[in-house]
């Protein structure tokens, strides 16, 4: 498709499994990254790469918290021995910019995770 | 980056303008201001961006006071699918792939 594409867009999962959430970047995008949302607020940044490589981590909120590209395609967020509060939005957007974003990113949908 | 201020919320007619004010009295020289908007249930979507010119696109218009302490996001003619929250951050050159949403302003547009 011509969009950043999530999935799956909705995923339900008890405390303390781990969850796999994927994305699809448009097409020749170099730059990804991963924002948090959670309900009534707006989104948070987690981790942007460019490539392969993470070029910023800094906003995962702790190691159970991980994210590869291993191709500079497609990427996927790991969450490990979930918690109740990684409940929230999962946001995926790509930019073409080969250095930052120029501020112009193109967001996903967003992968729902709810932890019971 | 600098802090940003919006109101909480606003409505708005359909067809007439929507006038979104943003304060950000600390903006320093090598930020710029951007807007996004998110519509119910969909991703933000990016709207416009401006450092100290006045802008225009096909969505909106943005308007930057001189000192650059404040701007306004002018959507023309709103419609109904213009209903959504709507972002204003303020974003250095140097670190532009972290945007901080904060609250945003949700506007509704009224038939």
């Known amino acids: 498709g011509a969009g950043v594409s999530q999935t799956p867009s909705n995923k339900v999962t008890e405390k303390g499994k781990y969850v796999e959430l994927r994305c699809d970047p448009i097409?020749?995008?170099?730059?990804l990254y991963w924002y948090r949302q959670s309900l009534g607020q707006g989104p948070e940044f987690l981790i942007y790469?460019?490539?392969?490589?993470?070029?910023?981590d800094s906003g995962l909120p702790n190691d159970r918290f991980f994210a590869v590209r291993p191709e500079g395609s497609v990427s996927t967020l790991k969450i490990q021995r979930t918690e109740r509060g990684d409940s929230a939005v999962y946001l995926c957007?790509?930019?073409?910019?080969?250095?930052?974003?120029?501020?112009?990113?193109?967001f996903g949908e967003g992968s729902r995770l709810t932890v019971l | 980056d600098a802090k940003t201020t919006q109101p909480t919320s606003m409505d708005c007619a359909e067809g007439r303008a929507a006038n979104l004010p943003c304060n950000h009295s600390t903006i320093s020289g090598n930020e710029y201001v951007y807007w996004y908007r998110q519509i119910h249930s969909q991703g933000p979507q990016y709207i416009i961006h401006g450092l100290k010119n006045n802008e225009t696109n096909e969505m909106a218009s943005l308007i930057i006071t001189e000192d650059r302490k404040s701007s306004t996001l002018i959507l023309p003619h709103a419609t109904l699918r213009d209903t959504a929250v709507y972002y204003c951050?303020?974003?250095?050159?140097?670190?532009?792939?972290?945007?901080?949403f904060g609250a945003g302003t949700t506007v509704t547009v009224r038939a």
């Open positions: 097409s020749g995008h170099t730059a």
């Open positions: 957007a790509s930019s073409p910019a080969t250095r930052g974003s120029g501020g112009e990113l193109f």
């Open positions: 790469f460019q490539g392969t490589g993470a070029a910023d």
């Open positions: 951050i303020v974003l250095s050159m140097s670190n532009d792939y972290k945007l901080s």
